[in-house]
């Protein structure tokens, strides 16, 4: 190896360019498989396409793009979407919703045959499907109409004979996990209603199946309450038998009813009591676990943000550790093949998400499928993210720990000048219940590589650490998030990782909130701020936001006793609008024109109160792009946009 080259952190040279991260890498957003046939179908989100999701097979004879030219497989169902495909084990057909019509749709990639379902509305939107395991004809959605000003969900069956679709369950404000019984004769589902989100409070559903066009039959609560306990990823075992994840104990544990009983039982694995074996469920679909056989779970957890793989034997209450290194496995992640195999969507410390082939049997011949990015990198580039946990030496409430990932800068072709400490950039996740993971990302590696500390606040309120902490943040949204995020700050300057006179703070969406707040709280932290299409208006943000979290915001930011009056005032005393003359360092709004979630006006009034108070402010807007980025161009000029920022407040140069 030659000398490392002296030069200042932030300075360094990294092969990880926006070109890379925008034009050569993949979003993996979903799996499934037809079991009879062995073939595995996944979802690419593909930057490069203007943002389209494509529908990839993958069988014996290599991988094919296995959508229709022009389709693009997204679902916007709740806005976030999530189960936009599924494959029928009867036939091997794949029923999909396309972005562009809402319509959907039966497509046979052998014949190339395609068949509309649906009569297309484009106020009608569909996901989360279930095909019936003998008549494939029948389609368990959920649907969301908009056809008037207030949304309607609902739990339907799609005849795809008839292009018919028959309401089975209404009247609950959402829905989600619809499946039929492995006989086809009972089904299953999820709902709740406001003000709880999916992980503060739902029911699990169950009732019998008779026939098509009778209603359902016997329909009985079987778990859940509203405001207590969540349940999540209903899934019916091979035997009949029928799982789910509910947090009664303060963890997201595993539970099963036997077929025939009504009888819920605990799935009890000693050291593995704090452990959660799911994640808020912002997107439909999720699948983190899958039965293999009648006594078999594959199931990844989650402890301190981190997720392993595990084998669960459910007669011994038993597990194994196969010994694979992925640290992040959420989301629509996991499918079964056979007995013995699955495939997974994860990361690992070191290498970014990819599809991975498994055999129980033989694990350490698990295969990769498909990579998000093959850059050719090599992997001593990387930065490997350190759990940190931290006293809180900020905010109010001072008591117990609160957590982050730390990734120090790292490349083998420079060194620093002697003595110096690097930049910090402190990333908030957006959520804000939600959490970061230590699997890898290349967006953090951008970042690392050149030279910039980087720590990734898993602050009060976030998932990965159980319940307690996630209400945490109930009434104390912009006050204990930031004070975690500035405690961090703290901890990493008085252990002298991190130059306390550059520190910058980034995020989007509620991370975006966090760093306008962050900014008007703290203001003497921070050097820079760069906010993702992020809340500046708090009243404005719960009255013009979507159905699904128009009520979310409420428990966040008052107690249940909160007069109306009182709610006025703690309105403005967290909208960084009304407090804009607080912020010292420069900030840079990044936002997209079609967002529903949080609307462009927010960035918009944002930027005028700060220029109207003297303030140092950027503003830039990305035509066609939502909440989030997805076409290629935008997400490289969002990269060299940010780069530029902090060359500006932290280099200073």
Same mark, same amino acid.
């Given at each position: 190896?030659?000398?490392?080259?002296?030069?200042?952190?932030?300075?360094?040279?990294?092969?990880?360019?926006?070109?890379?991260?925008?034009?050569?890498?993949?979003?993996?957003?979903?799996?499934?498989?037809?079991?009879?046939?062995?073939?595995?179908?996944?979802?690419?989100?593909?930057?490069?396409?203007?943002?389209?999701?494509?529908?990839?097979?993958?069988?014996?004879?290599?991988?094919?793009?296995?959508?229709?030219?022009?389709?693009?497989?997204?679902?916007?169902?709740?806005?976030?979407?999530?189960?936009?495909?599924?494959?029928?084990?009867?036939?091997?057909?794949?029923?999909?919703?396309?972005?562009?019509?809402?319509?959907?749709?039966?497509?046979?990639?052998?014949?190339?045959?395609?068949?509309?379902?649906?009569?297309?509305?484009?106020?009608?939107?569909?996901?989360?499907?279930?095909?019936?395991?003998?008549?494939?004809?029948?389609?368990?959605?959920?649907?969301?109409?908009?056809?008037?000003?207030?949304?309607?969900?609902?739990?339907?069956?799609?005849?795809?004979?008839?292009?018919?679709?028959?309401?089975?369950?209404?009247?609950?404000?959402?829905?989600?996990?619809?499946?039929?019984?492995?006989?086809?004769?009972?089904?299953?589902?999820?709902?709740?209603?406001?003000?709880?989100?999916?992980?503060?409070?739902?029911?699990?559903?169950?009732?019998?199946?008779?026939?098509?066009?009778?209603?359902?039959?016997?329909?009985?609560?079987?778990?859940?309450?509203?405001?207590?306990?969540?349940?999540?990823?209903?899934?019916?075992?091979?035997?009949?038998?029928?799982?789910?994840?509910?947090?009664?104990?303060?963890?997201?544990?595993?539970?099963?009813?036997?077929?025939?009983?009504?009888?819920?039982?605990?799935?009890?694995?000693?050291?593995?009591?704090?452990?959660?074996?799911?994640?808020?469920?912002?997107?439909?679909?999720?699948?983190?676990?899958?039965?293999?056989?009648?006594?078999?779970?594959?199931?990844?957890?989650?402890?301190?943000?981190?997720?392993?793989?595990?084998?669960?034997?459910?007669?011994?209450?038993?597990?194994?550790?196969?010994?694979?290194?992925?640290?992040?496995?959420?989301?629509?992640?996991?499918?079964?093949?056979?007995?013995?195999?699955?495939?997974?969507?994860?990361?690992?410390?070191?290498?970014?998400?990819?599809?991975?082939?498994?055999?129980?049997?033989?694990?350490?011949?698990?295969?990769?499928?498909?990579?998000?990015?093959?850059?050719?990198?090599?992997?001593?580039?990387?930065?490997?993210?350190?759990?940190?946990?931290?006293?809180?030496?900020?905010?109010?409430?001072?008591?117990?720990?609160?957590?982050?990932?730390?990734?120090?800068?790292?490349?083998?072709?420079?060194?620093?000048?002697?003595?110096?400490?690097?930049?910090?950039?402190?990333?908030?996740?957006?959520?804000?219940?939600?959490?970061?993971?230590?699997?890898?990302?290349?967006? @953090?590696? %951008?970042?690392? $590589?050149?030279?910039? /500390?980087?720590?990734?606040?898993?602050?009060?309120?976030? &998932?990965? *650490? !159980?319940?307690?902490?996630?209400?945490?943040?109930?009434?104390?949204?912009?006050?204990?998030?930031?004070?975690?995020?500035?405690?961090?700050?703290?901890?990493?300057?008085?252990?002298?990782?991190?130059?306390?006179?550059?520190?910058?703070?980034?995020?989007?969406?509620?991370?975006?909130?966090?760093?306008?707040?962050?900014?008007?709280?703290?203001?003497?932290?921070?050097?820079?701020?760069? @906010?993702? %299409?992020?809340? $500046?208006?708090?009243? /404005?943000?719960?009255?013009?936001?979507?159905?699904?979290? &128009?009520? *979310? !915001?409420?428990?966040?930011?008052?107690?249940?006793?909160?007069?109306?009056?009182?709610?006025?005032?703690?309105?403005?005393?967290?909208?960084?609008?009304?407090?804009?003359?607080?912020?010292?360092?420069?900030?840079?709004?990044?936002?997209?024109?079609?967002?529903?979630?949080?609307?462009?006006?927010?960035?918009?009034?944002?930027?005028?109160?700060?220029?109207?108070?003297?303030?140092?402010?950027?503003?830039?807007?990305?035509?066609?792009?939502?909440?989030?980025?997805?076409?290629?161009?935008?997400?490289?000029?969002?990269?060299?946009?940010?780069?530029?920022?902090?060359?500006?407040?932290?280099?200073?140069?």
């Amino acid at each position: 190896m030659s000398e490392r080259q002296s030069a200042a952190f932030g300075t360094w040279k990294s092969p990880i360019t926006s070109e890379l991260l925008s034009a050569k890498r993949i979003n993996l957003q979903g799996v499934a498989v037809h079991e009879a046939s062995g073939n595995i179908y996944f979802l690419e989100g593909r930057p490069v396409e203007d943002g389209r999701s494509c529908i990839v097979r993958y069988s014996k004879t290599g991988s094919k793009d296995a959508l229709p030219r022009g389709s693009n497989a997204i679902s916007t169902v709740h806005e976030y979407g999530g189960g936009s495909f599924t494959v029928s084990q009867k036939d091997g057909t794949l029923v999909f919703t396309d972005w562009h019509t809402r319509g959907v749709f039966r497509y046979s990639l052998d014949s190339g045959e395609i068949h509309p379902l649906v009569h297309a509305d484009p106020d009608v939107r569909f996901a989360d499907f279930h095909v019936h395991p003998t008549n494939p004809d029948l389609i368990l959605a959920i649907k969301e109409d908009h056809h008037s000003s207030v949304v309607q969900n609902s739990l339907v069956v799609i005849d795809g004979a008839t292009q018919k679709v028959q309401t089975i369950a209404e009247g609950a404000d959402f829905y989600a996990h619809p499946q039929f019984s492995p006989d086809g004769q009972q089904l299953c589902w999820t709902q709740w209603n406001h003000p709880d989100m999916p992980w503060t409070g739902t029911e699990l559903y169950t009732a019998s199946w008779l026939r098509h066009g009778a209603p359902l039959y016997s329909a009985t609560g079987v778990a859940g309450k509203a405001g207590v306990e969540s349940i999540n990823q209903p899934r019916w075992g091979l035997d009949g038998s029928l799982f789910f994840v509910g947090d009664q104990t303060g963890y997201w544990q595993l539970y099963q009813i036997k077929k025939g009983t009504h009888e819920v039982k605990a799935i009890k694995l000693e050291g593995l009591e704090d452990a959660e074996f799911a994640g808020p469920e912002w997107r439909l679909a999720s699948c983190t676990y899958v039965p293999l056989d009648a006594n078999t779970l594959a199931a990844a957890y989650t402890k301190n943000a981190s997720n392993r793989l595990i084998i669960i034997d459910i007669t011994k209450n038993s597990y194994s550790d196969p010994g694979l290194p992925f640290n992040d496995i959420r989301n629509e992640a996991m499918a079964r093949i056979s007995d013995t195999k699955l495939v997974v969507i994860g990361s690992t410390a070191t290498a970014p998400d990819a599809l991975y082939l498994i055999d129980i049997k033989h694990p350490s011949e698990s295969k990769v499928l498909k990579s998000s990015a093959d850059l050719g990198i090599p992997t001593s580039l990387y930065s490997e993210a350190e759990h940190i946990s931290f006293p809180r030496v900020y905010g109010d409430k001072k008591d117990g720990l609160a957590h982050a990932l730390y990734l120090p800068p790292k490349n083998l072709e420079y060194k620093a000048p002697e003595g110096a400490l690097p930049p910090l950039v402190v990333h908030l996740h957006g959520g804000p219940t939600a959490h970061e993971a230590p699997g890898l990302s290349l967006m @953090s590696q %951008y970042w690392t $590589s050149r030279g910039y /500390a980087l720590a990734d606040v898993n602050y009060a309120g976030s &998932s990965g *650490y !159980g319940r307690a902490y996630r209400d945490r943040l109930n009434g104390q949204w912009g006050i204990a998030d930031v004070a975690d995020a500035a405690s961090c700050v703290a901890h990493l300057v008085s252990t002298s990782r991190v130059d306390p006179s550059r520190v910058g703070i980034t995020g989007g969406s509620a991370g975006g909130y966090g760093v306008l707040q962050a900014l008007c709280v703290y203001p003497d932290i921070w050097a820079g701020g760069v @906010s993702l %299409y992020g809340i $500046s208006g708090l009243k /404005a943000f719960t009255e013009d936001t979507h159905k699904f979290e &128009s009520h *979310y !915001g409420f428990a966040l930011i008052f107690d249940r006793s909160t007069s109306e009056e009182e709610k006025e005032k703690i309105y403005q005393e967290r909208s960084p609008y009304y407090h804009a003359d607080n912020i010292k360092a420069p900030i840079l709004l990044l936002q997209g024109t079609e967002d529903k979630v949080v609307p462009p006006s927010q960035a918009r009034d944002m930027e005028r109160t700060i220029k109207d108070k003297g303030g140092d402010v950027e503003v830039v807007i990305f035509e066609g792009e939502g909440h989030g980025f997805r076409q290629g161009k935008n997400v490289k000029r969002a990269i060299e946009e940010e780069e530029r920022w902090w060359v500006k407040t932290l280099l200073r140069t």
